[in-house]
T-cell receptor, first 114, second 117 residues
């Protein structure tokens, strides 16, 4: 069965600082990988995803993530944090087969300090 | 383009009562998902529909939860009877399903917040 771990349930950064949110997965074969963001009292919104091709994926709002098969990781980064980035971030994986077995990680709450 | 609609947004019930949630996916989306998100946790997939057929319901507590998607459009999720541990946000999502949902972006509704007393 697949699983997702996100190191750090809460991360705080200063405005303008680098954002690094960690995601590791366990799967017998490389899955599809996703990052979703959830703002307070709202549904989830896709930031970016990796399905195939280039391992460095660029998403919305200046975020990017790199798939590293050898490390079974898909860490999310942003060079310069903005106050509006404060939210809950979820890493997710799914099988490459019909039925998907879609699994979310526990989430990391990002706080941005002025 | 209208997003995924859910109602009600909030619901408070007592344990052992019944409750139902409604979801209207984005027009034309064939795949529909229901998730349960307990406070402080990531969403957990309860059931996935492809049109009006069930793809995955392995994590649906079938003794109390049921879901249907008649005509392959709207969907309802029901809990009967509710328990205290069912307090959570219930999220509905849909995807176009050009590839039967595999690898596709899921579009989420705002969720229904359920409190069971």
């Amino acid at each position: 069965a697949q699983s997702v771990t996100q190191l750090g349930s809460h991360v705080s950064v200063s405005e303008g600082a680098l954002v690094l949110l960690r995601c590791n997965y366990s799967s017998s074969v490389p899955p599809y990988l996703f990052w979703y963001v959830q703002y307070p009292n709202q549904g989830l919104q896709l930031l970016l995803k990796y399905t195939t091709g280039a391992t460095l994926v660029k998403g919305i709002n200046g975020f990017e993530a790199e798939f590293k098969k050898s490390e079974t990781s898909f860490h999310l980064t942003k060079p310069s944090a903005h106050m509006s980035d404060a939210a809950e971030y979820f890493c997710a994986v799914s099988d490459r087969n019909y039925g998907q077995n879609f699994v979310f990680g526990p989430g990391t709450r990002l706080s941005v300090l002025p | 383009e209208a997003g995924v609609a859910q109602s009600p947004r909030y619901k408070i019930i007592e344990k052992r009562q019944s409750v139902a949630f409604w979801c209207n996916p984005i027009s034309g989306h064939a795949t529909l998902y229901w998730y349960q998100q307990i406070l402080g946790q990531g969403p957990k997939l309860l059931i996935q529909f492809q049109n009006n057929g069930v793809v995955d319901d392995s994590q649906l507590p079938k003794d109390r939860f049921s879901a249907e998607r008649l005509k392959g459009v709207d969907s309802t999720l029901k809990i009967q009877p509710a328990k205290l541990e069912d307090s959570a946000v219930y999220l509905c999502a849909s995807s176009p399903s050009r590839t039967s949902g595999v690898g596709e972006t899921q579009y989420f509704g705002p969720g229904t917040r359920l409190l069971v007393l």
